[in-house]
């Protein structure tokens, strides 16, 4: 199995971190992008329909191939994040977290004593089945879970600096979306007042040593808020998918249209 670098590592160094998101209950799918060459691969259980064993699939897929799989939770609750960890993932993102009390809670959820309240077994794909001693995986595991949290909502805005000031949060994820509906302005993703919140979460992650991350549908997303100390960019698999399918298509009927104007001339 490929060695797989500390991903909470690189975001600490400040290093980018490119991904994709995937809603799709598919293994081989999130086989597919891990070979595309992204960073990671956020499994989507939120907005998807992924099972529990279709995630713990997902999850050693996405390792097979040397990408590290993170998964979205649907809740907060500390069984959620547990069964996902234990698939196998190595980082969770929580979503609309909107207090210093809720980040502290996930927080706890994603490790082991002493720092956490993780539910502690050996026999999981997470401890390769208990071929890792508990020990070493509690250790391993502690020090490389990464813990992404999502602002985006008003209230989760409001209270980004306490969120940011939590110990154990990795990232702070802007859910442009989502943030752009709850101020007032749905799908207007450049309207100022977003743009704005979008800045003050990017500058109370920098300031508080905590990265930052956002949604990036293309290589000018990436460019526009890596200037601003963003440092994880996730895609959309489907839009990829959907976006790929489309040029290819009406490449093809070009090629196709062309082909058979050639020929009838011809005749």
């Not at 991904?19 to 956020?42: M, W």
């Amino acid at each position: 199995m490929p060695v797989i670098p500390s991903l909470k590592e690189r975001l600490r160094s400040g290093e980018a971190v490119l991904g994709t998101i995937l809603p799709l209950p598919s293994p081989e799918a999130a086989e597919i992008v891990g070979l595309a060459g992204y960073d990671c691969v956020l499994l989507d259980s939120e907005h998807g329909p992924l099972t529990h064993e279709t995630l713990q699939a997902m999850a050693r897929a996405c390792r097979s191939v040397g990408t590290i799989p993170l998964v979205r939770v649907p809740d907060h609750h500390p069984k959620q994040i547990l069964r996902a960890l234990d698939c196998g993932c190595a980082g969770v993102m929580a979503p609309q977290v909107e207090s210093a009390e809720q980040a502290a809670a996930i927080v706890a959820a994603t490790h082991y004593a002493p720092g956490g309240t993780r539910s502690l077994a050996g026999a999981t794909p997470a401890a390769r089945w208990g071929a890792i001693p508990l020990a070493e995986h509690v250790a391993a595991s502690n020090a490389s879970i990464v813990t992404v949290l999502q602002v985006e909502t008003g209230r989760g805005l409001r209270a980004v600096e306490e969120i940011a000031r939590v110990p154990g949060v990795d990232v702070l994820f802007i859910g442009p979306s989502d943030l752009s509906q709850s101020l007032g302005h749905p799908g207007e993703t450049g309207h100022p007042e977003v743009q704005a919140a979008f800045r003050r979460i990017i500058d109370t992650g920098r300031a508080a040593g905590v990265a930052v991350g956002i949604l990036a549908l293309g290589p000018e997303d990436v460019r526009a808020y890596r200037r601003l100390g963003v440092t994880m960019f996730l895609d959309s698999a489907p839009r990829l998918f959907l976006r790929a399918g489309q040029l290819q298509v009406a490449a093809m009927r070009q090629a196709a249209a062309r082909t058979g104007a050639a020929l009838g001339d011809q005749r």
